[in-house]
């Protein structure tokens, strides 16, 4: 009897212990499917603010049109977003008559970058290219102006006389030297103490002046035939950080004017050589800008300040750009608060490679807070600003691997990451894959609008030059920007525009403006 009560009890304490385990696995399991929920909840939002249909780009580019226009015009009523400015006003290559061997430098905020090519005219792709980079002594980035192009003409030298011309073709007057000036790849960082904000410009050009007459009288010491005759003809930027070399060696204050020929024109320059037709460059990298050709008519902001007649390169500054018609989501409010310059560079926020794996970390960083995405704990990694960037983001969006390998070893990597559901996996895919549609998407909206503001969608073909890490290697963002701008246009109108990589490579910019024809004045 006593058995048979014990027999009895032991199973009416297994079956309790199993109804138990069952209830705390149903339990377990309701709460993760409610977790999973809301995590598509989150996902679901996200997407439909990200949405940008057709209407919407044409909203965003007509606004940015609007934009352009007004920053371009005389009047002191006209507002904009945009700070554009008139880059450059000498002529551009033409692709037919340049020949021979150049040389070019880009300097940058600590470094030197020098370039030389054999370009053969007729459009022919360069040659015999030479490229080299040097670091600034930290000696010399505190000396004096002068200092600083006696250093540059003095690894000139060095470099002309490891790539020289051939004897034929070596010049019996000076030749033109293609020089360029760059920020840094983040222009909206600012590190205390370092940088410094340009405003409103004055009218006189005594910076760059200074700067070619100081830099030919350096290359003249060194025995070298080549000369600088232009720089920039205006820079009129609000609130644009450059670093403490600049404004040692330039003198920049809030009441004075600093000028340059960025990279960005420089690879205009080259889509120019490449093709007559070529009427643009955006830069799509860490950063973003473009510039755009246009004729001395359609700035009458600097009419004084210009040619009568004949092309100009306007610079457009256009990570500045900002209007209602922008699909702002609450996690771009936030970066933008929390980031250097909240309120300005918006666009730049929304499409460049500095800020898309930080949108896409704190959508994940709401998923783990709110819906357990990555277990009962955030990863303490997954808190860390700017932790994520775009290359790894763009690694787990182009995982194509069946069970997104990629995606679970780079949330590992980065995050601590670990046991990660294939759904989970998949999930941070999809948000990569929101956030750079609509960046690309957002980027060729503005590239139709710079061929609207030329009046050339209808009738003209118009080659746009990209250059950029974002764009030459994350291809569902090129796929995304390219098929963003077919649908604005349509098939009718599609063919007009053609959008492409640059063809002389990175840094060769300052060797197509060496190449440019020289001004009468």
């Known amino acids: 009897m006593k058995q ?8 009416t304490t297994a ?34 603010d990200c949405s940008t249909p057709v209407p919407k780009l044409w909203q965003v580019a007509n606004a940015m049109v609007s934009d352009m226009g007004a920053s371009l015009s005389s009047s002191d009523e006209a507002t904009s977003s945009l700070n554009m400015f008139v880059s450059y006003a000498s002529p551009l290559p033409t692709g037919i008559n340049e020949k021979g061997m150049y040389y070019g430098v880009n300097l940058r905020q600590t470094k030197i970058l020098m370039v030389c090519g054999m370009l053969q005219g007729k459009n022919q792709p360069i040659s015999d290219l030479y490229v080299d980079e040097v670091p600034i002594p930290s000696s010399v980035m505190i000396g004096t102006s002068q200092e600083l192009y006696d ?29 360029t000036v760059s920020s840094g790849d983040d222009q909206s960082t600012a590190i205390s103490g370092s940088n410094i904000k340009l405003k409103n410009f ?31 003809s205006i820079f009129t930027c609000l609130h644009y950080s450059i670093n403490i070399v600049y404004k040692r060696h330039f003198r920049v204050d809030s009441d004075s004017r600093i000028e340059q020929v960025d990279d960005i024109v420089g690879n205009l320059a080259g889509g120019r050589y490449y093709d007559k037709d070529c009427v643009a460059a955006i830069t799509l990298g860490m950063g973003t800008n473009a510039a755009y050709v246009d004729t001395t008519q359609s700035a009458p902001r600097w009419h004084d300040s210009l040619p009568k007649k004949g092309e100009i390169v306007v610079c457009m500054e256009w990570g500045n750009f900002n209007t209602c018609h922008l699909p702002i989501t609450q996690y771009d409010t936030s970066l933008d608060a929390a980031s250097s310059n909240p309120g300005h560079r918006i666009f730049e926020k929304m499409i460049s490679g500095m800020y898309l794996g930080e ?29 994520l960037r775009s290359p790894d983001m763009a690694a787990m969006h182009q995982d194509t691997s069946e069970d997104r390998e990629v995606v679970h070893e780079k949330l590992k990597e980065i995050f601590g990451i670990t046991n990660l559901t294939t759904m989970a996996r998949e999930l941070v895919a999809e948000v990569c894959d929101i956030v750079t549609e609509r960046g690309a998407r957002l980027a060729g909206a503005g590239t139709v609008a710079i061929v609207k503001k030329l009046g050339r969608i209808a009738n003209r073909r118009s080659v746009i030059i990209m250059e950029g890490g974002l764009y030459e290697h994350y291809r569902i963002f090129r796929n ?17 525009i053609v959008v492409e990589h640059s063809h002389g490579g990175a840094g060769t910019g300052p060797l197509f403006l060496a190449a440019s024809p020289t001004p009468d004045s």
């Open 151 to 179: 250093y540059i003409a003095a690894e000139l030298v060095k470099f002309v006389s490891a790539h020289p011309e051939k004897d034929d073709e070596a010049p019996a007057n000076d030749k033109k030297l293609g020089f």
């Open 480 to 496: 995304y920007l390219h098929s963003g701008v077919w649908e604005m246009l349509g098939n009718e109108l599609s063919d007009n």
């Open 4 to 11: 048979q009560v014990a027999l009895a009890a032991v199973t």
């Open 15 to 48: 079956a309790t212990v199993m109804a138990v385990v069952a209830l705390v696995r149903q339990y377990w399991k309701a709460k993760q499917d409610r977790q999973w929920g809301k995590c598509q909840r989150i996902l679901r939002k996200f997407s439909r």
């Open 359 to 387: 949108i896409v970390r704190r959508v994940l960083v709401r998923m783990a807070q709110e819906a357990a995405l990555f277990g009962q704990s955030v990863p303490p990694k997954l808190l860390i600003p700017y932790l």
């Open 202 to 232: 004055a009218a006189d050009n005594t910076g760059v002046k200074d700067l070619i007459t100081g830099m030919n009288r350096a290359l003249e010491k060194h025995g070298l035939k080549l000369r600088v005759h232009a720089l920039v």
